[in-house]
Structure formats: structure tokens, C-alpha cells
């Protein structure tokens, strides 16, 4: 038969021969009272067992190349960060922030400087260019004045002669980097400060202004200016490379700012890397020097606020690591405690055997020496499991899991049982699938389910329900057994706690398997008096139901026959 099947309200079936069997030994009646939860504390218990990492990943951490043993802190500090730089060649790629940094300083100042002073040049070369030009104008009037008087003392002499053969302006009034002509309105050459032919290049424009000439191989700016009462025009040509002496003057400051900026920001760069870096090294030592179990959270002194994060960090994942350590040393000192008194009366059984006085006796000391290898390998067995869900990765934690096939499976599994002990099993279940640990919830099921069976005395009845309200599911078993006294509940969660250490079966691990489930789904679990007389055990996994729409409807009530 099948578990599952709607809410009919009526689904306890006998599991088989209803054989009046003697209640478990050492089981008290069921006592009354509140029921259990499990609190905050557990669930970050939860939290933190599951994020632990397994001791020897912690191990293997520790120490991974083997080539640091021997030597002294200091120098192992060094020997590691060395290591990690340099690494095995195609594994571990590293850069350096220092360098990093500095290049890209370097590369934005010489950017901002080049373009900074670009636009500073060019602004400067353009108001020099019209300082100039306002100069020019000035000279062209003035010389305009100048020269009525000036023709008048070369009055007599041949201009044209003087003009051709050199300077007319025989003072040469204005030097070397001016060049000025008078012409008059009918197109006639009165007056020239420089000689032919040069001089033939600068003929009469006969409209004012600025304009750029080329002359004796050199570039001049040149102004026209026409005279109103005479019509006679003036022209004035300035040297184009005295006009640039503006920036021969300050283009080797500006050159040397370039650099000099550049080493200012190259020395800052590396005095903040390096500032900035100290505590990371310093971290990097304790780290180094810390022993496993290393219980004192970590001081990053005179460091930025912006490594704070970092800190906590690892504070945190070490308070995780120790936790995880400790746990998993305590479990072993109990597991090695649990083994060794079934270890020891496995030995006195095969004593027996070997000394056995008939056969008769023999057979009885090979049926216990046999029950005895039993109970050692499901103690095995149960450690196995709790070692393997203390540690599930965060993949499986959103399994589908059909919790009709799930429940299918766990009770095929315990109905032999159930009908050699003649209690009957009901199963009621919501159609639902649950995001979990697979593993996990068939584990917690098989739990809950064995020790229903095993703690309800023959002729007795197991009611399982699998509730979905809203995106939450709720799983509740009910027993007719003897249940366990509310004072003793919280206890049982414990690793191997029992009510009665005599009691032959079970080895105490069922139901702390249960709760690390429970934990690692965020689900809470209580215990409670069951309407049937023993124990009630609720389940609540909020959240995880998945919505699957039209789902086609839960099998029957079902139950082993
Ligand atoms: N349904 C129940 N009715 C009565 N007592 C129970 C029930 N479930 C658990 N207990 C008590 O709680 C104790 C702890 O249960 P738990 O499942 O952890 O261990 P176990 O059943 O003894 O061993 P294991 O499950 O590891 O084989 C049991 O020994 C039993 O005394
Ligand atoms: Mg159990």
C-alpha cells in the first residue's frame, strides 16, 4: 500500500497481527505537560553548523605547501606572502595594488597636466596674440604722425635710390623686428625703413586691417592703416617669432611643473599604498602565527575603516571555525565513548561463544554476539549520517522533494517492522513538494517514524499528517507509545541521550539527526502529548512549499498491511 491521500480524517489502518507485545523496556508513562520548541539559540547553532568548514579542509588550509615547517614566525610570514604572490606558475594570478595604483595616478596626472596645460598655452598664446595686434595698431598711428615730418627732412634726397639700395628711416627708429612703408594714395613708396626687394613684397594693400605675410623667409604680422585726410597707407610688419617670446619665457617652468607633479603624485601614491598596506601585513603575520582553536578575536590597529569590514569578517568565520572544531571534537570523544561499551560487550559475547558449554548455550551467545554487531553498526550507521547532514552544502538545500514518494518510501521501509510489532501506520498527506535536503527530510522521517514504532508497544497505532498551509507545510506524527515527560523533551535532542541508557535499542543519535535537519531548513520542531496517548511531534518548514499549481490529487490513506 501507499502512504499519502487527502484529509479523510480516518486513516489509521492496522499494521498487521495486532500480538499483545510487552511495552518497550524502561519506559515510563507518557507525562503531560507544554510543548518544546527549539529556540534562537539553536538556530544559530544552525547557522553556524552550517556554514563550518570540515576540519581537514581547515587542516589542509593551514600549512598547504609544506615548505614554511621549520622555519621562524617572522621569516614564515614572509615565505607565505611570497607564496602567494609568486604561487604555483598558472594557478594563482596576482597584481599588485601598489603598482596599480601608482600607474594609474600616473597616467591621470600626466592626462589632466598634458590637457591642463594645453588649454593654459593656448589661452596664453591668444591674449599675447591680441596684446600684440592693440600694440601693432598703437605703433602704426604713431609712426602715421611720425612720418610727415620725416618726409619732409628727406626732402631733396632720391627716395627711390635711398629705398633701393637700403633704408630710407636711416635712424632705423624701430630695429630689426619691425618693417614699416609709407605709400601714398596714388600708389607711390614715401617712406621705408628696410630696402628691395624685400620691400616689394609689402605693396600697397589699400584697405586696412591685420593680415600674415611672408617675407625673406620669415612669417610677419602685418597692419595696414590708411590715413583719412591723405589717403596714404601705412603698413607695419612685426616679426611672428618676437611676438612668441611670451611663451620662450614660460614654457621650460611649465615643462618642469609636468614632472615635478608627476613625482609628487608617484611619492603620495607610494606613501598611501604603503600606509594602507602596513596593517593588511601585519594582519597577515598574526594570521600566520595563529594556532588552530586560536580562541582571540583579531585587532587590526591604526588601519582604515575601509579594512573594518575585512576584520569582522574573519573574527566572525574564526568564532564559526572554533565552534565547528570544538563540535566536531566533542563528537568524537562521544562517538569513541558510545563504541566502546558495545565494542566491549561484543568481546565478552564472542567469549562466551568460544566457552560456551553446549550447543544450545553456543546458539544463544552467537544470537546476541549477532544483535550486538547489529547495534554497533547502526550506532555506525546513525554517526554517519549525523557527520553527512551537519554539513550540507547550500546546493541541497532546495531539492524538490515530493513528500508523498518520500513518505512512500519511509514507510515501505519501517512495515516490516510495524507489522511484526502489529501497530498500525495511517498516512494523511497534502499533495506537496517541499524545497529541501532530499537526504535530509527522507533521514528526519525515518527517524521520527522508527522511533514511533519502536517506542509504542505492539497493538498500538502511528498517525502521520503532511499539512500545507499556505507556502508553509507542517509534517505531525502521533503515537499511542509512552511518550517522554516534558522535562525530559529538550534533553532528547541531545546526542546520544536516551530516557533509559539500559534500554537495548537505539543509541540515542535518532532524534539530534532530526533537529540538524529541522536547523538546516529553518524549520522549528516541538513535542507535544498525542490524542493518542504518547508522543505528538510537530514540524513546521515555513516557506518551503513549492507551489505547483494544479497538482493531481494525493493518494489514499494507506497503511502496511
Ligand atoms: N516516540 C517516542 N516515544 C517515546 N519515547 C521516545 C520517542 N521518540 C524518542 N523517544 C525517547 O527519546 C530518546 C532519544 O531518541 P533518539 O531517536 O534520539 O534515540 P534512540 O531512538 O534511542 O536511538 P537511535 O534513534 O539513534 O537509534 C529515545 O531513546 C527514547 O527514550
Ligand atoms: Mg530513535
Not at 497481527?17 to 544552525?46: M, N, S, T
Not at 606572502?81 to 606558475?89: A, D, K, L
Not at 632720391?158 to 609709407?182: P, S, W
Not at 532530499?438 to 533521514?443: A, D
Request: glycine fraction near 10%; include cysteine.
Amino acid at each position: 500500500m501507499r502512504p499519502g491521500g487527502h484529509a479523510h480524517g480516518q486513516g489509521v489502518r492496522r499494521a498487521g497481527g495486532a500480538a499483545a507485545a510487552p511495552p518497550a523496556r524502561g519506559q515510563p508513562p507518557a507525562a503531560r505537560g507544554r510543548a518544546l520548541r527549539l529556540g534562537r539559540r539553536d538556530r544559530e547553532q544552525r547557522d553556524r553548523g552550517l556554514r563550518a568548514l570540515p576540519a581537514p579542509q581547515v587542516h589542509a588550509g593551514a600549512d598547504h605547501d609544506g615548505t614554511r615547517q621549520g622555519l621562524p614566525d617572522g621569516q614564515r610570514g614572509r615565505a607565505q606572502r611570497r607564496g602567494r604572490t609568486q604561487g604555483p606558475p598558472g594557478v594563482v594570478k596576482t597584481w599588485s595594488l601598489q603598482r596599480s595604483l601608482i600607474a594609474i595616478a600616473f597616467v591621470v596626472s600626466l592626462l589632466a597636466w598634458g590637457a591642463g596645460g594645453a588649454l593654459i598655452l593656448g589661452a596664453a598664446q591668444r591674449h599675447s596674440e591680441d596684446l600684440h595686434d592693440v600694440a601693432l595698431r598703437q605703433t602704426a598711428k604713431l609712426l602715421m604722425g611720425l612720418s610727415v615730418h620725416e618726409i619732409d627732412e628727406l626732402a631733396g634726397t632720391n627716395i627711390e635710390v635711398r629705398i633701393a639700395n637700403g633704408k630710407a628711416d636711416t635712424a632705423n627708429t624701430l630695429g630689426e623686428d619691425y618693417r614699416y612703408q609709407l605709400w601714398s594714395r596714388d600708389g607711390q613708396l614715401l617712406l621705408s625703413n628696410f630696402g628691395l626687394p624685400s620691400a616689394a613684397a609689402m605693396a600697397r594693400m589699400g584697405s586696412p586691417g591685420y593680415s600674415w605675410l611672408q617675407m625673406d623667409g620669415e612669417l610677419w604680422r602685418v597692419y595696414a592703416l590708411v590715413s583719412a585726410d591723405t589717403g596714404d597707407e601705412l603698413q607695419l610688419a612685426e616679426r611672428a617669432a618676437t611676438r612668441g617670446w611670451f611663451l620662450h619665457a614660460v614654457d621650460w617652468r611649465l615643462w618642469l611643473l609636468g614632472p615635478a607633479s608627476l613625482l609628487l603624485v608617484f611619492a603620495a601614491g607610494l606613501l598611501l599604498v604603503r600606509r594602507v598596506l602596513r596593517p593588511l601585513r601585519t594582519l597577515s603575520d598574526e594570521l600566520d602565527a595563529r594556532a588552530p582553536g586560536h580562541r582571540e578575536q583579531l585587532q587590526l590597529k591604526d588601519a582604515p575603516a575601509e579594512l573594518q569590514p575585512i576584520v569582522r569578517a574573519m573574527n566572525g568565520l574564526f568564532v564559526r571555525m572554533n565552534d565547528a572544531m570544538a563540535r566536531e571534537a566533542q563528537f568524537t570523544a562521544m562517538a569513541a565513548h558510545e563504541l566502546r561499551t558495545p565494542l566491549a560487550s561484543l568481546r565478552v559475547l564472542a567469549q562466551n561463544v568460544a566457552h560456551a558449554a553446549d550447543a544450545r548455550a553456543r546458539e544463544e551467545s552467537v544470537r546476541d554476539l549477532v544483535a550486538s554487531v547489529d547495534r554497533c553498526a547502526h550506532l555506525q550507521e546513525q554517526l554517519l549520517t549525523l557527520a553527512r547532514l551537519d554539513a550540507p552544502h547550500d546546493g541541497e538545500m532546495a531539492e524538490e522533494v515530493n513528500l508523498t514518494e518520500v513518505i512512500s518510501d519511509v514507510v515501505a521501509q519501517v512495515a516490516p517492522e510495524a507489522r511484526a510489532k502489529g501497530v498500525a501506520i495511517a498516512c494523511r498527506s497534502d499533495a506537496a513538494l517541499l524545497s529541501g535536503h532530499s537526504f535530509g527530510v527522507q533521514t528526519l522521517l525515518r527517524n521520527l517514524l522508527s522511533n514511533a514504532l519502536k517506542y509504542t508497544p505492539p497493538g498500538g497505532r502511528v498517525e502521520l499528517q503532511v499539512h500545507s498551509l499556505g507556502p508553509d507545510l507542517r509534517l505531525m506524527l502521533d503515537d499511542s507509545g509512552s511518550g517522554i515527560p516534558p522535562a525530559d523533551r529538550e534533553r532528547m535532542f541531545e546526542r546520544f541521550e536516551r530516557m533509559h541508557r539500559e534500554q537495548a535499542s537505539g543509541v540515542g543519535l535518532g532524534l539530534s539527526i532530526v533537529r540538524s535537519v529541522v536547523l538546516a531548513h529553518g524549520a522549528s520542531i516541538r513535542l507535544d502529548d498525542s490524542p493518542l496517548g504518547g508522543l505528538r511531534v510537530v514540524v513546521d518548514f515555513p516557506g518551503r512549499r513549492i507551489d505547483t499549481g494544479a497538482l493531481e490529487p494525493a493518494p489514499e490513506d494507506t497503511a502496511p498491511a
